[in-house]
């Protein structure tokens, strides 16, 4: 069975440091990976893609890819109170998106 | 433009009774798909539509749980004789052309069965 693994926190830092979640997957074939961020009582929102191996930075955001390992990971640099959510991390599993159980993220002022 | 829409945003019903959920794709998008999100739990796939293809139904739990997409569009995720274990929030998506995996979510709808 495909799975995504994460650790569900909580991973609390404070505010201006940075933050790293990270994702472990078991389909090798898996191509493209995920992630969304999603508040208390809201929906998932789509915050980073990634497809190749290596960086790739948004913003503050940088995910990371490593297929060889299957892991890709995610960093929130200056990270704010407003990045306080929870994670989910998601990879493709034939026609849908496998998801993560999610890392909840707390960042104190 | 316009978000993911999905009616009604909350439903409350009797074990036993039938529910109908209602999902509005983005305008354009091909790719429409239904989860579910029960507490503490991940995101549960139950169905994908793509244009006119089949739907993947691979992941609907029982035959209890259908949904048609009428029109390319507006789909509809229908359950039958609603047991307390179904009580969820189901979340709809919808992709663009090409681009299945990005995945843009409706608010979703708190369905609670008692």
């Known amino acids: 069975q495909k799975e995504v693994e994460q650790n569900s926190g909580p991973l609390s830092v404070p505010e201006g440091a940075i933050a790293s979640l990270n994702c472990t997957y078991s389909?090798?074939?898996?191509?493209?990976f995920f992630w969304y961020r999603q508040y208390s009582g809201k929906s998932p929102e789509l915050i980073m893609s990634i497809y190749s191996n290596g960086d790739k930075e948004d913003g503050r955001f940088t995910a990371q890819l490593n297929k060889a390992s299957q892991y890709v990971s995610l960093l929130i640099r200056d990270s704010q109170p407003s990045d306080s959510a929870t994670y989910l991390c998601?990879?493709?599993?034939?026609?849908?998106?496998?998801f993560g159980k999610g890392t909840t993220l707390s960042v104190s002022s | 433009g316009a978000g993911v829409s999905q009616s009604p945003s909350n439903k409350v019903t009797e074990k036993g009774k039938d529910v109908e959920l209602r999902c509005d794709p983005i305008?354009?998008?091909?790719?429409l798909y239904w989860y579910r999100q029960s507490l503490g739990q991940g995101l549960e796939f139950l169905i994908y539509f793509q244009g006119n293809s089949a739907p993947d139904k691979s992941g609907l739990p029982s035959d209890r749980f259908s949904a048609e997409r009428t029109g390319g569009s507006v789909s509809t995720l229908t359950i039958q004789r609603t047991q307390q274990e179904d009580s969820a929030v189901y979340l709809c998506?919808?992709?663009?052309?090409?681009?299945?995996?990005?995945?843009?979510f409706g608010p979703g709808t708190r369905l609670t069965v008692t």
């Open positions: 305008s354009g998008h091909t790719a």
């Open positions: 998506a919808s992709s663009p052309w090409r681009r299945d995996n990005e995945q843009y």
């Open positions: 998601a990879v493709t599993g034939g026609t849908a998106l496998i």
């Open positions: 389909d090798r074939v898996s191509q493209s």
